[in-house]
């Protein structure tokens, strides 16, 4: 094809060539953005278009040169039109497919240019007029619409070049119509075009582009830098925790642990690495670790696992261990223990003395419970003794001219019985209270059991109801240690319980024996004897006879018994005959060092 290159041509000539450089340049930076693609093709159509335009006289009129340039024109308006659209919506939610409404009218005016429509008639040459103002007035309402509703520096740009090429366009259309096609506004309007698209999708873009460029490398030296100060702030997070983290793999090797000390909780952090943990833990704790490692390495977290270490200074280690795979690594298991030795210790001191504190509210229930039973034990229990003594000496004061003497002496020896019997419960109470307030100490001194007991029953003999008492012992005498006082107690009470169980008159046997290394003292009555069902508890506090005409106590007789010899480290028991009376038993060691005192 042969160019015009006369003066006139200067224009066209810069047109084209910019218009393909400008072309090159756009798709050549910016492939990945849609709108340099778009303005790269449509800057291609341009120049390719205006080549066509101004091709020498002597070829211009052949067909294909024609066609090539009303085809070249439809398709740069069409892709004006969808880059505008493009340019415009940029970022944000384009309407669907109105970049497409110039595209079927370009198809038909190609068409037609192929088939010598445009180019031998006129009325095609006025449609082809309409749709290239009608696509041009569209592209500037809708930047002018944008630019109006955001003003945007970039939509300014948009305004000028859009307002450019349709001014060029429309006073070329004017130009043709007064019959002067020579006149090239619509080459400077496309020319203007360009230049305002061009900078902000070429230089500016560049600019953007790397802008935005140094920004990300900016971010990534702000990133690697936070990377840095975020390990360096968990490595001194790691060190300065309580708990240790390590790495092991399937054959429980420790691959790596959270600290650069030398040594933690015993042992040195270079024995530790590249061997087996199983060596440090207790034979107890081996399969069991074993088990849950297997069942760590198949996916399941383990949590709270609590083992015991055998530590290279002897002191025990309790660890408490969790553990999971570790992502990305093939075998390994990321283990965190903590310490809690100490929160074990603790724990074991704080049940002891709660079982502490249960036992003493336990014992202070008894003891509550204990003075409520007494208060009503002893009140109604010294209501009948004081009631005798105050009808005998009544008796005595309003009859006593009238009374024998055999008479007198009757009520006399009733008063006297019942107030031994009034001593022996207040003996029992305090002797009691003595045992609940945990004051029972043994004053032991060497003396003579036979001569102890001898004395005791001629105490008793002589008290009003005393029945007769013989004394049967093995020995003349017996020297061992004891808080005699405490053992005359034993005796008096064994007696007195035997006296009121005997029948009027019938006797009591007392014997004593060395049996086995103990002094052993029985004391038999011939009374109705104990129930079997009642043997268990005849020794427990307030425990009462229900027998017939007997007559009662304060139920604390047989519990200081109990609790007297077994003070001594004796023995206390009962040996029943049926029917033929009650023996009730207690041993005493007759080693010089007895347990139990105090």
Known sequence: MDIRLDAGSLVEIVAVVGSSLLGLMALAGGWRDRRARLFGLLCLSLATWKAFEF??????TAFWVDAMGWSMGAISIALSFHFIVAYLFHGGDEPRLLWA?????????????FAGWLTRSQAWQV????????????????VLRFYLRERRREQAWALLG??????????????????RPEFSSQTYGMLAFELFFGYDIVFAGFLRERKEHLKALEELGLREKKLEDAEAAFRRLTESSFDILLTIDRGGNILAVSTEREEIEGFRVGELLGKGYLRFLTPEDQAKVADA????????????????LNRPDGKPLILQVTATRLRGEEGVALVIARDVTGARKMERELQERNLLLEEANRRLRELDTLKTELVGVVGHELRSPLTVIYSYAAALKDHWEKMSEERKLECIDHVLRECNRLNRMVENVLGMSRIDSERLFLNRQRGDLVAALGEVIREMAITPGAHPVELQASMRSLEMEADWDKIKQVVINLLDNAFRFSPDGMPVTVTSEVRGGKAVVKVKDLGPGVPPDKRDRLFEKFTQSKAKGMERGLGLGLYIVRTFVEAHSGEVWIEDERGYGTVIAFSLPLEEAVMGEG
């Open 127 to 142: 449609l082809y007029a309409v749709f290239f103002t009608v696509i041009i007035a569209l592209g500037l309402g809708m």
């Open 162 to 179: 859009a307002f450019s090429i349709a001014l060029g366009a429309w006073l070329q259309l004017l130009m043709i119509a007064l019959g």
């Open 293 to 308: 490692v297997v069942r760590g390495m198949a996916g399941e977290k383990i949590r709270y696992l609590e083992v015991s």
């Open 101 to 113: 409404v110039a595209y079927p009218p370009m198809g038909l005016f190609v068409l037609s240019g």
């Open 55 to 60: 091709a020498d006289p002597a070829i211009s």
